[in-house]
């Protein structure tokens, strides 16, 4: 069982920043599964958003255009998506996950979510222009 727990969302104008947190715990730590961030906005599927495989290579899904980068403290096993370049239609909420399984390429096709086991709760994330 793994106890995904992710924050940091928030309000910002476009262009701004935000970085969120995935805190991963349970009988055994996030190396041994792959890890994912998805998105959600009202009214749309839930998309992926950036992966992190078991041997910590990381795919983004095309929409990302090198403003997100996903990256982990091993010292308290945290998980961060940083986020820079923010635009509108990046509002969504934020959702960490994690599967024990093959991880999927985010920037290859749509990322079936129903592949993934645990889930976080969500963070809201809002851009205005």
């Known amino acids: 069982q793994v106890y995904l727990v992710d924050s940091g969302g928030g309000s910002v104008q476009a262009g701004g920043s935000l970085r969120l947190s995935c805190v991963a715990s349970g009988k055994t730590d996030s190396s041994s599964y792959c890890m994912a961030w998805f998105r959600q906005a009202p009214g749309k599927e839930r998309e992926g958003v950036a992966a992190?495989?078991?041997?910590?290579?990381?795919t983004y899904a095309d929409f990302v255009e090198g403003r997100f980068t996903f990256s982990k403290d091993y010292s308290t096993n945290t998980l961060y998506l940083q986020m820079n370049n923010l635009k509108p239609e990046d509002s969504a909420v934020y959702y960490c996950?994690?599967?024990?399984?093959?991880?999927?390429?985010?920037?290859?096709?749509?990322?079936?979510?129903?592949?993934?086991?645990?889930w976080g709760q969500g963070t809201q994330v809002t851009v205005s222009s």
């Open positions: 996950a994690a599967t024990p399984f093959l991880c999927p390429d985010m920037g290859v096709g749509k990322v079936d979510p129903s592949a993934f086991t645990y």
């Open positions: 992190r495989d078991q041997d910590a290579t990381r």
